[in-house]
């Protein structure tokens, strides 16, 4: 099956007669239609060109000796890969049976010589179109069960966000409208720190769900592929800094060290809107599974083509298992954040689509009980 | 027999929301202990060390999720009752947990009284009246 279509592309055709001349008069002649010409004098040799580069039709005399048109014919269509070249017999045996014949081994047309070459060339250029065509129809059906098939990949992918999220918006829903309901039902009966409670719950359950719907939406717009970057010249030296600094304060809550190593300039083309988002990710990430007291580590390097920069922590690292779905949204990963801070599962989904459509990409280095480094790569040109 | 006083129960889910929640939801019940688990691997430790007379179990839970919990439980004690919590009625998670001998499944987005009569009812089914 053809790989592309190149209409322009020339046809070539094999002419297979034992008949010197009639091989030089019609090679001249077809040369002159725009065809690309290959001539063969026996059965035998047709079969060994076929076999090393397939011709697009085969004009192929009946009457040759050791082996004749027809048996040629039924060697090719015997074997799957020569089984669809179009052949046209051309011969001097003009009786009824020898045409029928001639047909039921599978060519799709029989002249009689003498013959009137407009009449041959016409005959020739029917079935060449015809045999494109039909190239062309496998090819189309074939990119379209591709089509088809990624179609259902993303329909499946798409069923499966939509039944993960309805699951995660489901849960904070039942202890808001449980909650709720108790409170309603005789706030008297209730403590102040029962009410306390509650209330928190109440409020961190809605902050939950709107974080959620809010990553979703955000995600299914990249996943869309109508992520509208702002490409600008930034510094990621500065924005990494900023980033640091807005985020400060979980930091200082689980009392952990920030040590930087990010030079003093980096200055290229990216969102810095997109970018900041896959920095607070990665550094927030790091400080959700970070023990309080510990260090993480943020770096930025230059390659020839790239910037990295790596975020690493002291956590309690990533099993190989866990690593090869962290990218996919939704998974319910181990270990779990070490104060119990609520994550959408959405967010490394959303960093990897950020980075491939600025061209860069992410890796993971980690090992169980050594820790986690998160490295994002962006062009710089 | 019928639901005793003072009963034990063990709440396996990794949500405190929800922990708080059902802890609220089964204050009608007669409750001597409740012991809360945050995991699946934390849920097959307490059952092992407490015996509860009634666990309720998460399906989605880190480090071993709702159905291996069930599987360990069930092994320890054939006896053991066991009511399935869940936020989606998701069929093939409620049928496998039954088929290891879950009791019944509660909605988690159910109502106190809802509630309360599905951990009764399996109550009475599993004890036989």
Redesign the interface.
Known sequence: MPKTIKEEERSRLLLVDDNQENLEVLGILLEKEGYDISAVPSGELALEVVSRSKPDLILLDVMMPHMDGFEVCEHLKKDHKTRDIPIIFITAKNDAEDMIKGFEIGGVDYITKPFQYEVVAARIKTQVEINKLSHLKEFMINELGKKNQHLLQLDQAKNKILSMAAHDLRNPLASIRGLSKILLKGINNLSTEEINEFLTIINDSSNHMLNLVNDLLDYSVIESGHVDLRLNSNCLTKLIQSRIRINEIIFESKMIKIVSDIGTECEFKFDKGRISQVIDNLLTNAAKFSNPGSSIYVKLEKTEKHAKVSVRDEGPGISKEDQKKIFDGFQMLNPRPTAGEKSTGLGLAIVKKILQSHGGYMEIESELGAGSTFSFFLPLS | MSMPEKINILLAD?????R??IK??IKKLDTEFIWEAK?GGEAVEFYKEFQPDLTLLDI????K?GIEALEEIREFDPKALVIILT??ANMEDIQRCAALGAAGYIR??L??EEMIEIIENSWNKWWGN
């Open positions: 990794d949500e405190r929301h929800i708080v929640l609220r939801m995991n989605n839970m880190p480090i999720t936020s989606l988690k987005d109502d106190e």
